[in-house]
């Protein structure tokens, strides 16, 4: 088996030896053991809803992994971005449609579901339920929440290969920390979506504007790791999605073009990521954002997309009208196509 390293502090762990455990209805986990005379229909049935230690508590902490996580491909997934870039309205609309498991996403042969139940339960009712079923404006992400991944899925692709695919979503004001010791996804992550915010974008060309320091800060921490890509690129799939797209539709009409292309089965024709990168490419140039692009720049496969999770912005915390949610899915479909979920090929060629 390939070594399994938990996707939070990145320890290794020796996953059949690892002893599983259960939460007790107080949250409190504690050794599962099996009862002599139980059948291996339950016992397999209990196990199912337990989970593995990656080590004794100490200094890097002790996390708890689905049972079955190193049974599967694992995909780390870290969302980066300043407090108000929309990281994470972006990610439960991601996570919305992907789990909707529609006609246009099953052309393409992929099963999604959770890998935890409870873990997705829960990222459903805080998340994806206020934005998608309520249409509330979210809450920022805690600076001082617990270092986990909000949500993990387990992914099946066409050839019946799973993967086992966690999802990061900090708070912005952690992610421009350089020295955070507790932030460590970084070291495992295979993608990073850099979500840009239009808002923070120079007002025009030649206008000096600081970058966003949380792509700064992500770029710099993957600097150490080793590069198999060769020594220009850092070894991570990038997807820059210019995200809250809705509030410069208007403004461009590269972007209101782009926008009102986000049909269900255009979402998924990876066909046209090329020529969609292209434009966000233009577009961030032309704004005079060169700083914004390091990611598509110095990754070793990027791609560039145009998003709105909402297709306008909230009033008195809620989101009225034309509420929906534009190209959302196609990030995340790209990342996908990175790293071996999807065929490449679907790409078109288009990754930097």
């Known amino acids: 088996m390939t070594a399994v390293h938990c996707p939070i502090c990145h320890r290794r762990i020796n996953w059949t030896a690892t002893q599983p455990y259960r939460m007790d209805e ?18 397999r049935d209990r196990l199912i809803t337990s989970y593995r230690p990656c ?4 200094p890097l902490g002790q996390h708890m992994l689905p049972y079955d996580y190193g049974d599967y491909t694992p995909v780390t997934i870290g969302m980066i971005g300043h407090a108000k870039a929309g990281k994470t309205h972006l990610l439960a ?25 409870a873990i997705h339960q829960r990222y459903v009712t805080n998340y994806v339920t206020p934005l998608i079923t309520h249409r509330l404006r979210l809450p920022q992400t805690r600076a001082n929440a617990v270092v986990e991944f909000c949500d993990a899925l387990k992914v099946t692709n066409a050839h019946n290969q799973s993967f086992a695919v966690t999802f990061f979503d900090l708070a ?4 421009v920390q350089p020295n955070d010791d507790e932030v460590r996804f970084y070291a495992s992550a295979d993608a990073l979506v850099f979500v840009v915010d239009p808002e923070s974008l120079p007002s025009r060309p030649g206008q000096h504007v600081p970058g966003d320091a949380s792509f700064d800060v992500a770029l710099r921490r993957l600097d150490s790791r080793p590069r198999p890509a060769g020594p220009s690129f850092l070894p991570v799939a990038a997807a820059v999605v210019v995200a809250k797209a809705d509030l410069v539709r208007f403004e461009d009409a590269t972007v209101g073009d782009w926008l009102a292309r986000g049909s269900g089965e255009e979402e998924v024709a990876l066909g046209t990521v090329e020529h969609e990168s292209e434009d966000v490419y233009t577009y961030l140039t032309r704004r005079g954002a060169r700083q914004w692009l390091r990611p598509a720049q110095e990754c070793y496969r990027s791609t560039l997309h145009f998003a ?3 297709n306008g912005p909230a009033t008195d915390n809620t989101f009225r009208g034309a509420f929906r949610q534009c190209r959302v899915l196609k990030p995340l479909l790209s990342v996908f196509a990175m790293t071996g979920i999807l065929d490449d090929r679907l790409l078109g060629g288009g990754t930097t």
């Not at 080590?55 to 100490?58: D, H, K, L, N, Y």
């Not at 996570?95 to 006609?103: F, H, M, Y």
């Not at 912005?172 to 992610?175: K, N, P």
């Open 55 to 58: 080590g004794e508590a100490g």
């Open 172 to 175: 912005g004001e952690r992610l």
């Open 93 to 117: 609309a991601m996570i919305s449609r992907l789990c909707s498991n529609d006609t246009a996403l099953a052309g393409l042969g992929l099963r999604v579901g959770p890998l935890d139940l």
């Open 308 to 310: 709105s999770a909402t």
């Open 26 to 43: 107080n949250g409190v986990f504690e050794l599962l053991v099996r009862d002599p005379l139980e059948s291996e229909e339950s016992w």
